[in-house]
């Protein structure tokens, strides 16, 4: 069986590359821009449809969004394994603070796995969600590694082995936030939008659930995912933020990508600013720890964009589930404020770590001002 797969893997792996960047792999910008206006356009005029809005209060109601854990079935190939205790840790500490649990995509890897070995190994995982299910504080949108759950005429009984009930999956949210004298719509969606291959028609769709995914998962062939891909990531991050800034009284948070960003910048660029802030206080301490840091995430992603200074906060990326140390980045939206957490080991013990943090009164009037970061 090892020596058919490694013959097929010579045979495949080329044009399976060939036809994935040829047709559908990287983002095309009128494709990503439709996609989240159609999206969001159908939330808001047909609710219920493809997701739902919800009245949101800020200072009210707590809630962690967190994307693209790829949860497998804890072999080699299994992303998610390092980053169980981290997440574990966390469900417990967003429980006990009573957040509401956005789970925005690629949950599960159902590419290279089937359903049942998802379920069988990450039965521990399933039963912390769940005391977000038994609350009614748990929402669950689809990504393009677990289209299953929108394709399958079985899911819904899948869904209720994890969690003892029937739940609705949604393309994405809106979270309408009262805030004072204004409203802002926080329009959460995976972020796969623009990719003809997993954002296509019904037919494209079932393609690659049942035909493509699997093949690539059986043959360890990953074409698809742009957080393998420097120029991919960055593309669709930058075509998703495009989109946002043009929008009226919206932020827009998605995943997809693997890479953190908030209020439009990545980690990389904002410590750029730090750097520039440093050196204009003369703070050589800062300084000293900025460029310190700035070549280790270089070696993480290069891009920085040419007008890093003046972009309008109107994106967030909420990160991933599955970094290889373990790691796990989310978005945190309470007491009034937007902020990306991360969770990691000190000395094997996991952490919570605020990385940054903003107002979201401060961040609506920047935004209908026009104001950069």
Known sequence: MKSIKRILQWLLTSPLTWIADRFSS???KDKVHHGLSSLYNSICHEPGKKGVIYDFRPDQHPVIIFSDHHKGARDGSDDFGPAEKNYLAALEYYEKKNFYLLSLGDSEELWENNIFSVLKHNVEVFEKEKSFVDRNAFVKIYGNHDLYWDNDPFAGLALKKMYGRSINIHSGIILRARLPATTLDIFCTHGHQGDAQSDGNAFSKWFVTYVWGPLQ??????TNTPAASENRKTLHNDFMYQWSAVQKDLILITGHTHQPVFNSLTHL???????ELAMEKKDDELLAAVEKEIPRRKQEYGHVSGNFRDMKPSYFNSGCCCFDDGTITG???????ILLVKWYYESGVPTRKVLEEDSLLQLSERIENGAGV
């Open 26 to 28: 990287a983002p095309v």
């Open 217 to 222: 998962g059986f043959l360890e062939i990953n």
């Open 331 to 337: 978005i945190e939206i309470q007491g009034g404020d």
């Open 269 to 275: 660029e904002r410590l750029y600013l730090q750097r």
